[in-house]
């Protein structure tokens, strides 16, 4: 889906108060099949603001008392607008499925044409930390300034935190005269080689296309490096701050050995290369990971690799370097995750939806994680929450990794024997059976 823009997003605003408002209005609902359009506030404009504050744009600051709310539901929240009197409108929250084709039609807006050889996002991206709208709200909502996890962390795991942001002036830099002549099959050979030497442990290649950069950025590049590291699995047994620990040490190795691959690209091989990791990322994870062939996409909302599952996180590369992609990887978790229970029945929010509850992408199911939800106790607690993940048993259940499988097990009698999922009766039944 292309052409999805802060103009689209504000003519289906307007489509929606147009519906919904008369003079009088407080509360209004209006719903359709499974699209639910919800608008409150005390005073309902008749338009919206000329101004629009996308997740990019929105303040870090959270003494923002919104007065107005639009959200859509279809069926999970996938769009939510917030504004106040005098102050822009804001996009907290923007999930994406085929609901967006539907607007993007109502809106009438042409799809956007890159200058020169850039290519444009068009793809929403969540914002880290605070910079992430819908979890600024959140923490305004539960009258908190800061990040509880934020200060619970040890100055070991802070550290890794920071090595991202240490590396952000190294994601660019001057590339070679000297421009590689090998062909295409064997730049991707030679990346791969090297990634393997970094220490990545997937590696996926794809075509860069505009759905998978954050929407308004442009980069100069034909193609995207997927870099994955495997998280160690072993730490659920050593409780949350461990899996915390090895979730930022993951995204560390990310940014080094994306910083390292650029360059090597650039000085090495001549060609232009930028680093993308948590110290600076235009790239959308999910949908080029799952073109590179990194893995399917699973109900918890995670990418999951038949060896990895989807203990992992990314980091990424896009370059000019001539190179050859990939496609995407099926092995059968689509169908699986709608007869397991695992994570829906795990997640302390009831943040996962229900198997039959998903949306369809370009032929991919998608079940859209309530983040409103998730956040309390993702974020919220002064414990790192990756359960869904943890509870996942394509750690094991592909590859046929023993010690996996006898980690996956104690973990879940551990989770079993600490009361978890006790009122969720589906949790015990479903780990008896993997
Ligand atoms: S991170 Fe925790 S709260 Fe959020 S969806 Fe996963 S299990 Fe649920
Ligand atoms: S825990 Fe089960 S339902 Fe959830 S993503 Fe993994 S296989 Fe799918």
Same mark, same amino acid.
């Given at each position: 889906?292309?052409?999805?823009?802060?103009?689209?997003?504000?003519?289906?605003?307007?489509?929606?108060?147009?519906?919904?408002?008369?003079?009088?209005?407080?509360?209004?609902?209006?719903?359709?099949?499974?699209?639910?359009?919800?608008?409150?506030?005390?005073?309902?404009?008749?338009?919206?603001?000329?101004?629009?504050?996308?997740?990019?744009?929105?303040?870090?600051?959270?003494?923002?008392?919104?007065?107005?709310?639009?959200?859509?539901?279809?069926?999970?929240?996938?769009?939510?607008?917030?504004?106040?009197?005098?102050?822009?409108?804001?996009?907290?929250?923007?999930?994406?499925?085929?609901?967006?084709?539907?607007?993007?039609?109502?809106?009438?807006?042409?799809?956007?044409?890159?200058?020169?050889?850039?290519?444009?996002?068009?793809?929403?991206?969540?914002?880290?930390?605070?910079?992430?709208?819908?979890?600024?709200?959140?923490?305004?909502?539960?009258?908190?300034?800061?990040?509880?996890?934020?200060?619970?962390?040890?100055?070991?795991? #802070?550290?890794?935190?920071?090595? $991202?942001?240490?590396? *952000?002036?190294? +994601?660019? &830099?001057? !590339?070679?005269?000297?421009?590689?002549?090998?062909?295409?099959?064997?730049?991707?050979?030679?990346?791969?080689?090297?990634?393997?030497?970094?220490?990545?442990?997937?590696?996926?290649?794809?075509?860069?296309?505009?759905?998978?950069?954050?929407?308004?950025?442009?980069?100069?590049?034909?193609?995207?490096?997927?870099?994955?590291?495997?998280?160690?699995?072993?730490?659920?047994?050593?409780?949350?701050?461990?899996?915390?620990?090895?979730?930022?040490?993951?995204?560390?190795?990310?940014?080094?050995?994306?910083?390292?691959?650029?360059?090597?690209?650039?000085?090495?091989?001549?060609?232009?290369?930028?680093?993308?990791?948590?110290?600076?990322?235009?790239?959308?994870?999910?949908?080029?990971?799952?073109?590179?062939?990194?893995?399917?996409?699973?109900? #918890?909302?995670?990418?999951?690799? $038949?060896?990895?599952? *989807?203990?992992? +996180?990314? &980091?990424? !590369?896009?370059?000019?370097?001539?190179?050859?992609?990939?496609?995407?990887?099926?092995?059968?978790?689509?169908?699986?995750?709608?007869?397991?229970?695992?994570?829906?029945?795990?997640?302390?929010?009831?943040?996962?939806?229900?198997?039959?509850?998903?949306?369809?992408?370009?032929?991919?199911?998608?079940?859209?994680?309530?983040?409103?939800?998730?956040?309390?106790?993702?974020?919220?607690?002064?414990?790192?929450?990756?359960?869904?993940?943890?509870?996942?048993?394509?750690?094991?259940?592909?590859?046929?990794?023993?010690?996996?499988?006898?980690?996956?097990?104690?973990?879940?009698?551990?989770?079993?024997?600490?009361?978890?999922?006790?009122?969720?009766?589906?949790?015990?039944?479903?780990?008896?059976?993997?």
């Amino acid at each position: 889906m292309s052409g999805v823009t802060p103009d689209t997003v504000r003519r289906a605003a307007e489509l929606a108060l147009a519906l919904l408002s008369p003079a009088s209005a407080s509360d209004k609902t209006f719903e359709a099949g499974d699209t639910c359009i919800r608008l409150q506030g005390p005073d309902i404009p008749a338009t919206v603001p000329m101004d629009l504050a996308t997740p990019d744009d929105v303040a870090t600051s959270v003494d923002f008392q919104a007065q107005y709310t639009l959200t859509i539901d279809a069926p999970r929240r996938v769009l939510e607008l917030t504004w106040s009197a005098g102050e822009a409108l804001r996009i907290l929250c923007f999930s994406r499925g085929d609901w967006e084709q539907e607007l993007a039609i109502l809106s009438d807006v042409p799809a956007i044409s890159p200058p020169g050889d850039a290519i444009t996002g068009t793809s929403w991206m969540r914002m880290q930390g605070t910079r992430d709208a819908l979890l600024n709200r959140v923490l305004t909502d539960n009258d908190l300034s800061e990040v509880p996890l934020s200060n619970m962390r040890t100055p070991e795991t #802070h550290a890794l935190t920071q090595r $991202p942001r240490e590396l *952000a002036p190294e +994601r660019d &830099g001057p !590339v070679s005269s000297e421009a590689s002549q090998k062909s295409a099959a064997d730049h991707v050979q030679l990346i791969r080689a090297k990634a393997t030497a970094l220490g990545v442990t997937k590696t996926g290649i794809i075509d860069l296309r505009p759905e998978f950069i954050q929407i308004g950025k442009q980069l100069d590049h034909k193609w995207v490096i997927g870099l994955v590291n495997a998280e160690p699995y072993a730490n659920v047994l050593g409780g949350a701050a461990a899996v915390e620990w090895g979730a930022h040490d993951a995204y560390r190795q990310c940014a080094e050995s994306a910083t390292s691959l650029a360059r090597y690209i650039r000085e090495e091989l001549g060609y232009s290369a930028l680093a993308h990791h948590n110290g600076g990322c235009e790239v959308q994870a999910l949908p080029a990971l799952y073109h590179a062939g990194i893995g399917e996409l699973g109900r #918890h909302g995670s990418l999951i690799n $038949p060896d990895i599952g *989807a203990f992992w +996180r990314p &980091g990424f !590369v896009t370059t000019n370097l001539p190179l050859e992609g990939g496609a995407p990887l099926e092995f059968g978790v689509q169908d699986y995750c709608l007869k397991c229970r695992l994570c829906e029945t795990a997640c302390p929010g009831d943040a996962i939806s229900p198997a039959a509850d998903f949306i369809v992408t370009g032929g991919i199911k998608r079940w859209l994680i309530d983040n409103e939800k998730c956040f309390p106790y993702s974020r919220l607690k002064e414990e790192y929450c990756h359960i869904c993940v943890d509870v996942c048993p394509y750690i094991h259940k592909e590859n046929g990794d023993a010690q996996a499988k006898r980690i996956f097990k104690e973990y879940l009698g551990l989770r079993k024997a600490a009361g978890a999922g006790a009122a969720k009766s589906g949790v015990a039944a479903a780990s008896a059976n993997q």
